[in-house]
């Protein structure tokens, strides 16, 4: 009856984390694809100033390299060799002859920007392998007297010597966006969440006020949900104490029915009219029970289960054993876990002669296990029995108690108070009940 509704509203839920995972995505990978065309953009700006970086330097070394060779040619070895740039003096030059492309060229026109006295000098420049597999500019200018002044710029390949704190405070500024997007992400999407968890309990049969907050389309949606519960409520609530009303009105003409049956001659006719009466009677009050289990309310008590227990099946008179700790508290809704205990022992009883009720932790909930040694059921009807009036007549003959209603009772109960409900077959045989102490939200 209800299995429609909480598949829907698990699916919203799991759409709406959907979403937000979505969003998320979204927001990570356009700030990966800001860090990328980023980190592009200042090693294109950083190749450039790693060019005018060597060409200002060089320059500077062959303009004051001239004018030292000019005052002491012995000189301008000692004085100009820096930890990045390697000088010295030849007959020969390192570079034979000019060589094209790598950026040499542009190298070059940047050098005699730098110092437009060099233009009319000769200038060879090449790219060599250095040290560490980098690469060096190395070059070659002639100075008066057929000497070379031959130099070596190293590391020419280097990256990132200008755009490293720029491309660190980029990284930095976009982890910081997208944290700040998720965070703006979660607090956006909590309203619609709230929606979907309480969509999960309406579809469990609870009552969950929705607080209209967040957006405007948000706030409508609550108050819409809010109204959708309050009508589904009330129509409920109208229908059950509806046939509940009709349910005990039919008791007074099935005991006058019982009535009259004493005063027929007839001894079959009386056992079949008064045998017929008890039957309607017992679907009437299993009928009126499912139909209380439908708009029942409870507050959280502190529930003692042993004791609990041990009170219920004093009241069926059935030989069932009990087993468990000596004591188990639990804050739970006393009324709604009794009501949907009682039908289920009952089913069990009826089936098996044998039955096992057993209590048991795990973690913070508890677990109350039903077992008996009875035919048990197929596992493809596991769900159907749920439904209510629903009887696997293979399994469990027309002759035997009960009108469908005890398990759906029992189910609809739990559902609505937050607990769970789940069968199992022993491997011995029989069927096993797990019902989970409904517990605060």
């Not at 001239?66 to 000692?78: G, K, M, Q, T």
């Not at 070059?108 to 920007?113: K, T």
């Not at 007074?252 to 045998?275: C, Q, Y």
Request: aromatic share 4%; hydrophobic share 45%.
């Amino acid at each position: 009856m209800t299995e429609l509704p909480v598949r829907r509203a698990i699916r919203a839920t799991l759409g709406s984390r959907r979403l937000v995972a979505y969003a998320a995505l979204l927001l990570v990978v356009i700030g990966t694809v800001q860090v990328a065309a980023s980190l592009l953009f200042y090693r294109a700006i950083d190749r450039q100033t790693l060019h005018d970086d060597h060409a200002r330097r060089v320059a500077e070394l062959l303009v004051v390299s001239e004018r030292v060779h000019a005052i002491s040619p012995d000189l301008v070895a000692a004085t100009m060799t820096t930890r990045h740039l390697e000088v010295g003096l030849a007959r020969a030059p390192t570079v034979p002859q000019p060589v094209h492309g790598d950026g040499l060229d542009e190298i070059v026109g940047q050098i005699r920007g730098w110092e437009p006295g060099l233009a009319g000098r000769e200038l060879l420049l090449a790219v060599e392998k250095g040290a560490g597999g980098r690469l060096d500019l190395v070059g070659s200018m002639l100075l008066p007297g057929d000497t070379w002044l031959n130099f070596r710029s190293r590391d020419i390949s280097s990256g990132w010597p200008v755009a490293l704190r720029a491309t660190i405070l980029t990284l930095l500024m976009t982890l910081l966006c997208i944290g700040a997007g998720l965070i703006g992400l979660r607090m956006l999407t909590r309203p619609l969440r709230r929606l979907s968890d309480a969509a999960v309990a309406i579809g469990q049969g609870r009552i969950v006020p929705v607080r209209e907050s967040g957006p405007a389309d948000l706030r409508n949606l609550a108050r819409s949900m809010n109204d959708m519960q309050a009508r589904i409520s009330g129509l409920v609530d109208d229908q059950a104490r509806s046939f509940e009303a009709i349910s005990h009105d039919l008791r007074t003409p099935l005991a006058r029915l019982k009535v009259a049956a004493g005063f027929v001659d007839d001894s079959d006719i009386a056992r079949l009219v008064g045998s017929s009466a008890d039957e309607m009677e017992a679907m009437l009050m299993s009928l009126q029970q499912y139909l209380r289990a439908q708009h029942v309310e409870a507050e959280l008590e502190t529930v003692e289960l042993m004791g609990a227990l041990r009170a219920l099946l004093a009241g069926l008179e059935a030989p069932v054993a009990l087993h468990g700790p000596e004591r188990a508290e639990v804050e739970t809704y006393r009324e709604p876990l009794l009501l949907a205990l009682r039908p289920l022992i009952e089913n069990a009883v009826c089936h098996g002669r044998h039955v096992h009720v057993t209590v048991r932790s795990e973690g913070e909930d508890w677990l109350i296990r039903i077992a008996d040694d009875g035919p048990g059921i197929d596992e493809a009807w596991f769900t159907r029995i749920l439904d209510p009036f629903f009887r696997i007549d293979d399994a469990r003959p027309r002759d035997t108690a009960g009108f469908g209603l005890g398990i759906p009772t029992a189910h609809s109960l739990l559902q609505r108070f937050d607990g769970t409900l789940a069968f199992a077959n022993a491997p011995e045989g029989g069927l096993v009940v797990t019902v989970g102490v409904p517990r605060a939200a």
